[in-house]
């Protein structure tokens, strides 16, 4: 499917917790082109690669449903191995990286000049994507419903910062690791205030419960969550860990991550 500006979006099956059971893998510009988030095989991702010239493949995080045919694609292509974090990226692929990246690299398309943002909180290494005001946003952010920033994984300090971060620079485009594109309705100032606001609705919730005598992990889940968990309790109670975690860290609750006990600060 051909975008508003010179990239292509292919929605690759895979196991993953999204809603859509696919990820979103990009390739911008031509020759040269950059191939983000090679997440599996199919026909038309394929195609795509044969027909360009691959220059630089990265990822904007290194979850296993967002890297799948990272290796694959590097032996055909010989295109560049970029990544954020060099082992964390060796050791979830399979293939060591060439370069690392960080905030402000340059990634050279002939479509223009691809700049790397740093966007860590749904993972450690998480990394977006910027071209003439549109971004790769990967699990940043997504048109419906939330992401799951999970402890020990997540880190929802670092996540709102970063949704924040990009809020700030006013982007046309968001394009996500799962899910449609948001643009003009949703418009990405409106989903990542959605986004922001979901959080801190779910920290209120979280502090609310602890003020009103949850003790522990598990009795805050079920406080905070007013919905049947089934099939998802196990990553709602990594978000309200991760919630806990943050919340210890400003000094709003007594923490104890060993025994799972919680009480107001």
């Known amino acids: 499917m051909a975008e508003q500006f010179p990239v292509d979006r292919v929605a690759v099956p895979v196991e993953s917790r999204a809603p859509s059971g ?14 983000v988030d090679p ?7 394929d195609a795509l690669v044969a027909d360009r010239e691959i ?7 290194t979850h296993p449903d ?14 560049s191995l970029l990544a ?7 050791a979830e692929t399979g293939v060591e990286p060439d370069r690392q990246i960080t905030e402000g690299s340059a990634i050279d398309t002939d479509a223009g000049t691809v700049r790397v943002l740093d966007t860590p909180g749904h993972a450690v290494d998480h990394v977006a994507f910027e071209l003439d005001g549109a971004v790769l946003c ?36 968001l394009l996500p690791g799962h899910g449609p594109a948001m ?5 990405p100032r409106a989903s990542l205030d959605r986004l922001i606001g979901h959080r801190l609705d779910r920290e209120a919730a979280v502090l609310d419960a602890v003020d009103a005598g949850a003790a ?8 905070a969550y007013e919905k049947d968990l089934s099939g998802v309790r196990d990553l709602a109670r990594a978000t309200v860990r991760a919630h806990l975690e943050k919340l210890a860290v400003e000094g709003r609750v007594d923490w104890d991550p060993d025994t799972g006990r919680v009480e107001p600060a």
């Open 39 to 45: 997440a599996g095989r199919t026909d038309r991702l």
């Open 138 to 173: 990967g699990d940043l952010a997504v048109a419906e419903g939330s992401v799951v920033v999970g402890a020990p994984e997540g880190d929802l300090r670092a996540y709102l910062s970063s949704l924040r971060r990009l809020r700030a620079r006013a982007p046309d485009r």
């Open 84 to 90: 954020r974090r060099p082992a964390r990226f060796a």
């Open 55 to 61: 220059g630089a493949i990265a990822v904007t995080h």
């Open 22 to 35: 696919a990820t979103n893998a990009y390739v911008v510009g031509d020759a040269p082109a950059l191939l």
């Open 216 to 223: 522990d992990l598990d009795a805050v889940l079920d406080t």
């Open 66 to 79: 967002h890297v799948g045919a990272v290796a694959d694609y590097a032996t055909e292509t010989g295109a």
């Open 183 to 187: 643009d003009d309705e949703p418009t």
